[in-house]
């Protein structure tokens, strides 16, 4: 016993003094160890990064006159506002199929009625213009263009019209000047597709049913609709102008022309189909659009791409205005604020000029 106690208080100092040494070897072993580790997934993520980020094309993209965007929304106020059943409908259809066409574009018009939540039978007509329809891969590009019957959220005048110069014409404005800016340059190596949906904005909530009619109202759905709203992209979505059409993806303009909107990632174009939004995104930081185009996801908005997306099964984002302040749309939405003094050629540039980029990056 007393030996063993000799051995043990030689022992006990020796490993006192032998431990830091031991601890400093075992951390720069470890260090060591980590800092490969570091290093082969830093080159393991370069090669797949390499792998799966397309390179730019050098190629010639067409210039997006935002002027032009601007007449053309001018043009469709001029009408006045475009509700269905009205001859400011009719005219604006008219017009629209006719400068589609002389853009050089394959026009089809989808006639078809719906009930609104209030009983309305509607005549609405679906646009549809293709561009270089022998190519297989195609991009689809959608505005809506009809206006609502009511301001229903304007506190003086909730059952006045409005222009609707941003909610409807805003969109179909860029849309045309793309159109017409696709006409003049030389193609890109896809189709590109555009659909002006109608009927999207005679929907009903309950906040509608408040400001109208001083109550809550229940309209239940019938069987072939999933919402009163977006009564153009229900049907199309499941009556496609071509039975076989699809996409490889799409992308919807909604009110992309006011003076201080935003546009975020909105929620259901992130569940749906967020390499596209990214991919958009991604263009528009590219060209110095970082302060309109803003790096973060929002709430899910109810709108034609959902049911593009549902029934069509095509991939479809959203690019929809965002008040920083108040969140999505802003003070304007259905109000007799919606006007051309809303219009921001700075907002309409930058929307055009990334969906060009867009399409000829493809």
């Known amino acids: 016993m007393q030996k063993y106690a000799f051995f043990e208080l030689l022992a006990k100092p020796l490993f006192v003094i032998m431990l830091p040494m031991l601890m400093r070897q075992s951390f720069t072993l470890l260090c060591c160890f ?14 797949n990064t390499a792998a799966t980020e397309k390179p730019l094309k050098n190629v010639q993209v ?26 400011a409908h009719r005219q604006a259809a008219d017009y629209f199929v006719a400068l589609l066409k002389q853009f050089g574009a394959e026009v089809t018009v989808q006639e078809f009625t719906a009930t609104t939540y209030d009983q309305q ?18 991009i689809l590009l959608a505005a ?14 909730p059952r006045g019209y409005f222009d609707g110069a941003n909610d409807g014409a805003s969109g179909v ?5 793309i159109a017409r800016a696709l006409h003049t340059a030389a193609p890109p190596a896809v189709g590109v597709d555009f659909i002006l949906f109608d009927g ?24 072939n609709l999933l919402s009163w709203w977006c009564l153009g992209s229900q049907y199309w979505s499941k009556n496609k102008h071509k039975p076989n059409y699809s996409a490889y993806f799409g992308i919807l303009l909604d009110m992309v022309g006011g003076q201080n909107s935003v546009f975020v990632k909105e ?35 109810t709108d034609d791409h959902v049911f593009v997306n549902e029934f069509a099964k095509i991939p479809m984002i959203n690019i929809i205005s965002y008040d920083p302040e108040l969140g999505f749309f802003g003070d304007f939405h259905h109000t007799r604020k919606d006007n051309m003094e809303l219009i921001s050629k700075e907002r309409l540039q930058a929307v055009g000029h990334t969906l060009l980029h867009v399409i000829y990056q493809e």
């Open 200 to 223: 999207e904005d005679w929907g009903f909530d309950q906040a509608t049913a408040e400001t109208l009619y001083g109550k809550q109202v229940d309209y239940p759905l019938p069987k």
């Open 62 to 87: 067409p210039a997006f006159n935002s002027d032009s965007a601007y007449a053309f929304i001018k043009k469709q106020v001029d009408f006045g506002p475009r509700i269905p059943n009205t001859n």
């Open 121 to 138: 039978k509607l005549a609405l007509r679906n646009i549809i213009a293709s561009f270089y329809p022998e190519q297989p891969k195609r």
């Open 34 to 47: 980590i800092f490969l580790v570091i290093s082969c997934k830093t080159d393991s993520d370069k090669k």
């Open 173 to 177: 404005g860029v849309l045309l000047e």
């Open 267 to 301: 929620g259901y174009s992130m569940e749906y189909a967020p390499g596209i939004v990214n991919k958009v995104w991604s263009a528009a930081m590219r060209l110095g659009y970082g302060n309109i185009f803003i790096n973060k996801t929002e709430g899910s908005i």
């Open 144 to 157: 809506h263009w009809d206006t609502r019957p009511f301001s229903d959220k304007d506190a003086e005048k």
